[in-house]
Nanobody
Framework: VLLVESGGGLVQAGGSLRLSCAIS????????MGWYRQVPGKRRELIAT????????NYVDSVKGRFTISRDNAKNTMYLQMNNLTPEDPDVYYC??????????WGQGTKLPVSS
């Protein structure tokens, strides 16, 4: 499974942005996908997940109500819609896929600095 992210860039506080994660390879073997984010020097934090065959989503409290994870199966793409961004939101985001055949895969990371 190969994941390629896009959609990052500078955004102002209070603004919105949508990240995309294009999926290729053994897409039918993926059972869970998610978005992580990371502050330099700290561990990646899981912020949102989606169960691919059910569409069930979960969010960490810090993004609940502001971020939305979704997947377009026809386009083999996962999205993270982010609203009301703050300078406290970490600025590097990664998509992740868990495949029953190939294990875990990561996107390359997308930088998303938020200006105050």
């Amino acid at each position: 499974v190969l994941l390629v992210e896009s959609g990052g860039g500078l955004v102002q506080a209070g603004g919105s942005l949508r990240l995309s994660c294009a999926i290729s390879g053994s897409t039918s073997s993926i059972n869970v996908m998610g978005w992580y984010r990371q502050v330099p020097g700290k561990r990646r934090e899981l912020i949102a997940t989606i169960i691919t065959n059910r569409g069930t989503t979960n969010y960490v409290d810090s993004v609940k109500g502001r971020f939305t994870i979704s997947r377009d199966n026809a386009k083999n793409t996962m999205y993270l819609q982010m609203n009301n961004l703050t300078p406290e939101d970490p600025d590097v985001y990664y998509c992740n896929a868990q495949s029953l055949l190939t294990g875990g895969s990561w996107g390359q990371g997308t930088k998303l600095p938020v200006s105050s």
